[in-house]
């Protein structure tokens, strides 16, 4: 699942490419060289810099937003229009997310399958991890969690949806592997049992301090034992049934290409653009409590829905893309392997994170949104338990996405 959300996001940047002549630089090498080129330090030049740069920026459509992001933190250090800041900044989260998954790519050719599948689990939410860390550090928990579910929920019916429409324009029943498909399905149902679980907690205790630091601590042993899980799915997807994971079709069909950029180059561009994110992240983040306030929007609404289409708009556009090629196996490993990575392993990482800045946030959820998960699995799990799919149940999946945008809407914060 992790390595064919890898090769999803390499065909959509080569989808994506300009043609340019750095593409005569990519025959066998990077463009940079790696450690051990001799010659790495004699190529190494400004020109060379800039060759890198331009094939970089010209790798993705998206990153013509990319103009958004001196643009946003330039409103944000001069505290302007709070609509602009936040605008902006959410913008300019596009391209960067976009680029944080290309460095990811490189380095993921460079240190092989293994290595990269964990550079993948690892960065393959970046955007969400970064937001919910500088959130949580705001006490921000309302965002955080909205911000979370919002991720599932967008991968699980928006993504997933119009991944199984766009498979059925060309084919009239779209075909997938439905041992894996149901595999992912039965660890996100353990991921939702671990939401279940403390909101029955809380709705049969009764309410007092005792209880409440309770509350926090089965939601921080969860968080360890979901975490442990993680660890087990990644170990049963790189080792011990990667034959079963991966796709091999799709690999007889279009070989990998040699990456663009040598090891530090790759590392360079991580580290950049994580700074960047960061700086925007933390804008966007400080600019939440004015245009709630100025909108007349709720918290929970722009983190549940706002949020994680932003976020995550690059494995949106690659997931549909793949779908109308015909290839719904890796549809379903963007989109359901991302529910997976924020419900096994970003939700329980910031509740852990949480108890190290002494900031009170557990895995339990209001009980309109924990039904609302609960619903959007059951009904995912009906969908694609045959290994089939057709059209008309992707508009199922985004009819329930529209109904639960409607509902978070209008539903005011302190009661959702």
């Given at each position: 699942?992790?390595?064919?959300?890898?090769?999803?996001?390499?065909?959509?940047?080569?989808?994506?490419?300009?043609?340019?002549?750095?593409?005569?630089?990519?025959?066998?090498?990077?463009?940079l060289?790696?450690?051990?080129?001799?010659?790495?330090?004699?190529?190494?030049?400004?020109?060379?810099?800039?060759?890198?740069?331009?094939s970089v920026?010209?790798?993705?459509?998206?990153?013509?937003?990319?103009?958004?992001?001196?643009?946003?933190?330039?409103?944000?250090?001069?505290?302007?229009?709070?609509?602009?800041?936040?605008?902006?900044?959410?913008?300019?989260?596009?391209?960067?997310?976009?680029?944080?998954?290309?460095?990811?790519?490189?380095?993921?050719?460079?240190?092989?399958?293994?290595?990269?599948?964990?550079?993948?689990?690892?960065?393959?939410?970046?955007?969400?991890?970064?937001?919910?860390?500088?959130?949580?550090?705001?006490g921000?928990?309302?965002?955080?969690?909205?911000?979370?579910?919002?991720?599932?929920?967008?991968?699980?019916?928006?993504?997933l949806?119009?991944?199984?429409?766009?498979?059925?324009?060309?084919?009239?029943?779209?075909?997938?592997?439905?041992?894996?498909?149901?595999?992912?399905?039965?660890?996100?149902?353990?991921?939702?049992?671990?939401?279940?679980?403390?909101?029955?907690?809380?709705?049969?205790?009764p309410?007092?301090?005792?209880?409440?630091?309770?509350?926090?601590?089965?939601?921080?042993?969860?968080?360890?034992?979901?975490?442990?899980?993680y660890i087990?799915?990644?170990?049963?997807?790189?080792?011990?049934?990667?034959?079963?994971?991966?796709?091999?079709?799709?690999?007889?069909?279009?070989?990998?290409?040699p990456?663009?950029?040598?090891?530090?180059?790759?590392?360079?561009?991580?580290?950049?653009?994580?700074?960047?994110?960061?700086?925007?992240?933390?804008?966007?983040?400080?600019?939440?409590?004015?245009?709630?306030?100025?909108?007349?929007?709720?918290?929970?609404?722009?983190?549940?829905?706002?949020?994680?289409?932003?976020?995550?708009?690059?494995?949106?556009?690659?997931?549909?893309?793949?779908?109308?090629?015909?290839?719904?196996?890796?549809?379903?490993?963007?989109?359901?392997?991302?529910?997976?990575?924020?419900?096994?392993?970003?939700?329980?990482?910031?509740?852990?994170?949480?108890?190290?800045?002494?900031?009170?946030?557990?895995?339990?959820f209001?009980?309109f949104?924990?039904?609302?998960?609960?619903v959007?699995?059951?009904?995912?799990?009906?969908?694609?338990?045959?290994?089939?799919?057709?059209?008309?149940?992707?508009?199922?999946?985004?009819?329930?996405?529209?109904?639960?945008?409607?509902?978070?809407f209008?539903?005011p914060d302190?009661?959702?």
């Open positions: 699942m992790i390595e064919r959300l890898n090769v999803a996001r390499t065909r959509l940047n080569a989808m994506n490419s300009f043609p340019s002549s750095s593409q005569d630089h990519r025959e066998s090498t990077p463009l060289g790696t450690n051990n080129d001799p010659t790495f330090a004699r190529h190494f030049s400004f020109t060379n810099m800039l060759l890198v740069t331009r920026l010209f790798s993705n459509y998206l990153n013509i937003l990319l103009v958004f992001v001196p643009l946003g933190l330039i409103w944000g250090w001069m505290q302007w229009s709070v609509k602009l800041i936040f605008l902006f900044n959410m913008l300019a989260i596009v391209p960067l997310a976009s680029l944080l998954s290309f460095a990811t790519e490189q380095l993921s050719a460079i240190a092989g399958p293994t290595i990269g599948g964990l550079l993948n689990a690892t960065f393959g939410n970046a955007i969400e991890l970064i937001v919910g860390i500088l959130a949580l550090k705001e921000e928990l309302r965002v955080v969690q909205a911000s979370l579910l919002g991720s599932i929920l967008s991968n699980l019916l928006l993504v949806g119009m991944c199984l429409v766009a498979g059925g324009i060309k084919q009239q029943i779209s075909k997938f592997n439905v041992t894996v498909a149901q595999t992912m399905m039965a660890m996100l149902a353990l991921s939702t049992a671990t939401l279940l679980i403390p909101a029955a907690f809380h709705l049969t205790v309410q007092n301090a005792h209880n409440e630091d309770a509350l926090i601590t089965l939601s921080r042993g969860t968080s360890v034992l979901v975490l442990i899980v087990l799915l990644l170990v049963f997807q790189l080792r011990t049934h990667r034959d079963v994971c991966n796709d091999p079709v799709a690999a007889f069909e279009e070989p990998e290409e990456p663009m950029l040598g090891i530090k180059a790759a590392c360079a561009m991580l580290a950049i653009v994580t700074v960047v994110v960061s700086l925007c992240a933390d804008q966007l983040v400080s600019s939440i409590d004015d245009l709630t306030k100025e909108v007349n929007i709720s918290k929970t609404f722009v983190g549940l829905i706002i949020l994680p289409i932003v976020g995550n708009a690059a494995e949106h556009v690659t997931a549909v893309i793949v779908s109308l090629r015909g290839q719904m196996d890796l549809a379903l490993g963007v989109a359901i392997g991302s529910s997976l990575q924020i419900a096994l392993f970003l939700a329980p990482f910031l509740v852990l994170v949480g108890a190290f800045i002494s900031q009170p946030l557990t895995l339990y209001e009980a949104e924990t039904v609302i998960l609960f959007s699995v059951l009904l995912v799990n009906y969908l694609i338990q045959d290994g089939s799919s057709h059209w008309l149940e992707g508009v199922q999946l985004l009819a329930l996405y529209g109904i639960i945008v409607l509902a978070f209008l539903y302190g009661s959702a």
